[in-house]
């Protein structure tokens, strides 16, 4: 069973640092893209950061030169580094991931439950 696994959320300071980590584990084949959505209060879900297998990355216009996403292949693993924070960075985060579970099967997109993050003024 598919599990995405996400850690490092938390409470800073505006101007502050957070890494988040998300780690994909069982049964998985291959992945292809993974990445970091987020959700404020009565917004809709937007997508943070993404990158590709091969290390192409996409961002939102509105982190773009403050956060750094980045992945390990061989442990399953994406990364955020998130600097020079916002309150209006504050949200749930949510960590997701295409990926294959045998060979020549097909591609789904998995969700983690997601780790609150809140950038105070």
């Known amino acids: 069973q598919v599990q995405l696994a996400e850690s490092g959320g938390g409470l800073v300071q505006a101007g502050g640092s957070l890494r988040l980590s998300c780690a994909a584990s069982g049964g998985i084949f291959a992945i292809n893209d993974m990445g970091w959505y987020r959700q404020a209060p009565d917004k809709q879900r937007e997508l943070v950061a993404s990158?590709?297998?091969?290390?192409?990355?996409n961002y939102a216009d509105s982190v773009k030169g403050r956060f750094t996403i980045s992945r390990d292949n061989a442990k399953n693993t994406v990364y955020l580094q998130m600097n020079s924070l916002k309150p209006e960075d504050t949200a749930v985060y949510l960590c997701?991931?295409?990926?294959?579970?045998?060979?020549?099967?097909?591609?789904?997109?998995?969700w983690g439950q997601g780790t609150q993050v809140t950038v105070s003024s």
């Open positions: 997701s991931a295409n990926l294959q579970q045998r060979f020549m099967g097909p591609f789904y997109r998995y």
């Open positions: 990158i590709t297998s091969s290390g192409s990355t």
